[in-house]
Each structure stands twice: as C-alpha cells, then as structure tokens.
C-alpha cells in the first residue's frame, strides 16, 4: 500500500483531471451548460476534501484486518463517486 501522502497526491491528480475535463467540455467545446459545469466542478471539489479528509483520518494502530477493511471500503467509494460524476456529463 503506498503512503497516505502519496494517497493524497493521487487523489488530487485524479480530481483535478476531472475538472479540466468538465472545463474544457464546459467552455471549449460546449457541451454542457454553464450550470451544469458548475454543479458538476462543487460535487469534484468536494469530492476531493471528502476523500482527503477520510484519508488523513485513518489511524494505522488499528489491527491489519481493520486497517484493510478501511482502505477497502475507501476505494469502493472512491470508484462510485468517480464513476458517478462521469455519467453525468
């Protein structure tokens, strides 16, 4: 498992990629209305502060099968959320 700093960036590089993905569909190519773009920018945004926030919040004194069920559980939703935002735009 890498560390939680590198957890972090990764985060962050996925998050941001998606919201110049949502820019650049918003106002180069028009496809989805400024309203739309917007709404979609707030759920990335705070996406991102929910996922960090849950990262910074595991404890690593927790036994190991606890531990595993936590970062289990974390990129399931992780995959659910991003997986959400793409289907909307």
Do not use: C, H
């Not at 970062?71 to 935002?85: A, L």
């Amino acid at each position: 498992m890498a560390s939680r700093k590198e957890l972090k960036k990764q985060i962050k590089d996925v998050t941001g990629q998606l919201a110049l993905e949502i820019l650049f569909r918003g106002t180069v190519l028009q496809v989805l209305e400024p309203e739309k773009m917007y709404s979609l920018l707030s759920e990335v945004i705070s996406m991102n502060n929910q996922f960090i926030s849950r990262v910074n919040t595991a404890k690593g004194k927790k036994g190991t099968k606890e531990v595993n069920d936590f970062y289990r559980k974390f990129f399931s939703d992780w995959e659910e959320e991003i997986d959400k935002i793409i289907r909307e735009f």
